[in-house]
Structure formats: structure tokens, C-alpha cells
């Protein structure tokens, strides 16, 4: 059974970066689609990004200029990197496999954003 | 982008019932629609793909339906196990977009 493991700071300073990293077990991370989508506290989902396990990224045009996301096939894991944070980007973060319909997901963090 | 729309945004239901809900799309994404289950504290749940394929493990009590612009999820016999929020999503193109999610509670 395919799970999803994220980890990272709970608590990020304005004007940081947020780094947060997805660890995959019980299946390769080999040939499949992985992505990352956030809830902040009390409203709906947003799409943050998705990489192909070769490296290839696509990015939500609204965080496009703040975000990256990578791959390390030795480790089974895929990352994030959100820049600049303010509190708009204080929310749970959650991975998930799959391009368009995304069947496996991790628990999510809580990732906030304050001083 | 392409935005989503759900109605309504919260219905009440008794157990037994039939629960509607429908979601519209900006424009045409075929048949590249998904729902998803999510409780309160946990990750969402894929339900349905391609508007009207039920995930396996999924009961048969959920249903999908649709294409082009609108499509509706149904739940033919509303239990109290059901209580979540339910969001439909886009995935005809980038980025991937979501609905803002119906509130489906048991009276």
C-alpha cells in the first residue's frame, strides 16, 4: 500500500521559505505524477504544483514565482520550496500522487507563518 | 484558470435521503472531473473519476455524473458516516482547480 509522509517546520517566519518534503513508501516514485495541494484553516483546497518523477514541473501561475518543486529518486522523496511567505500562506500542506486524480495523499502538515 | 462552482455550499439531509450536488465548470473539460471525500481533520478521499468512475474500495452508494460544464454527485442513501465536505476538481488543464466545497451534514 502507496503512503505519503510529510515532514518540515511547523512554524516559518515572515519572508522565509517554506521547505517541506514528501516521503514515499510501500511503492517507487518511479513513472507516476506527484503533487502538492494546500488547505488553509477553515477554507477550500488550492493546487500548488506538480513534478514528474524525471523533473518536470508544472506551477499554479499564483505561487508560480515563489515555488519550486524537486525530486530525489534515491530517497523516494519530493520537496517544496514556498519563498517569501506571509501569513496568507499559513495552511495544512498536503502530497498526493497523481496528475489528474489524485488517489493517494498524506495526512498533511500544519504549516504556520507567524513571528 | 478554470473555475469551479459548487451548490449549494451546505445542505442538511436525514439519514436514508438522496444528497445532490452539482458543480459547474468555466468551460468545457470533457469528462476531467473528479470528487472527493473529506472529513473533518483528514486528507480528502478520491470518490469519483473521470466524472463518473467510482474509485475502487468506494461504495456503489456514490455516484457521478456528466460532461462539458456540469456534473452532479449523488449520494443515493445518506448515512451519518457521510458527513464531510465534498469538492469537485478540475483536470482538463493547468492549473488543477477545485470547487469550494459542499458541506453535507446529517439532521
Known amino acids: 500500500q502507496v503512503q505519503l509522509q510529510e515532514s518540515g517546520p511547523g512554524l516559518v517566519k515572515p519572508s522565509e521559505t517554506l521547505s517541506l518534503t514528501c516521503t514515499v513508501s510501500?511503492?517507487?516514485?518511479?513513472?507516476?505524477?506527484w503533487t502538492w495541494i494546500r488547505q488553509p484553516p477553515g477554507k477550500g483546497l488550492e493546487w500548488i504544483g506538480q513534478?514528474?518523477?524525471?523533473?518536470?514541473?508544472n506551477y499554479n501561475p499564483s505561487l508560480k514565482s515563489r515555488v519550486t518543486i524537486s525530486v530525489d529518486t534515491s530517497k523516494n522523496q519530493f520537496s517544496l520550496k514556498l519563498s517569501s511567505v506571509t501569513a496568507a500562506d499559513t495552511a495544512v500542506y498536503y502530497c498526493?500522487?497523481?496528475?489528474?486524480?489524485?488517489?493517494?495523499w498524506g495526512q498533511g502538515t500544519l504549516v504556520t507563518v507567524s513571528s | 484558470d478554470i473555475q469551479m462552482t459548487q451548490s449549494p455550499s451546505s445542505l442538511s439531509a436525514s439519514v436514508g435521503d438522496r444528497v445532490t450536488i452539482t458543480c459547474q465548470a468555466s468551460?468545457?473539460?470533457?469528462?476531467?472531473l473528479n470528487w472527493y471525500q473529506q472529513k473533518l481533520g483528514k486528507a480528502p478521499k478520491l470518490l469519483i473519476y473521470?466524472?463518473?468512475n467510482l474509485e475502487t474500495g468506494v461504495p456503489s452508494k456514490f455516484s457521478g455524473s456528466g460532461s462539458g460544464t456540469d456534473f452532479t454527485f449523488t449520494i443515493s442513501s445518506l448515512q451519518p458516516e457521510d458527513v464531510a465536505t465534498y469538492y469537485c476538481?478540475?483536470?482538463?488543464?493547468?492549473?488543477?482547480?477545485f470547487g469550494p466545497g459542499t458541506k453535507v451534514d446529517v439532521k
Open positions: 498526493a500522487r497523481g496528475r489528474g486524480a489524485n488517489r493517494y
Open positions: 473521470d466524472a463518473s
Open positions: 513534478i514528474y518523477y524525471t523533473g518536470s514541473t
Open positions: 468551460q468545457d473539460i470533457t469528462k476531467y
Open positions: 510501500g511503492g517507487s516514485i518511479n513513472s507516476y505524477y
Open positions: 476538481q478540475q483536470y482538463d488543464s493547468l492549473p488543477r482547480t
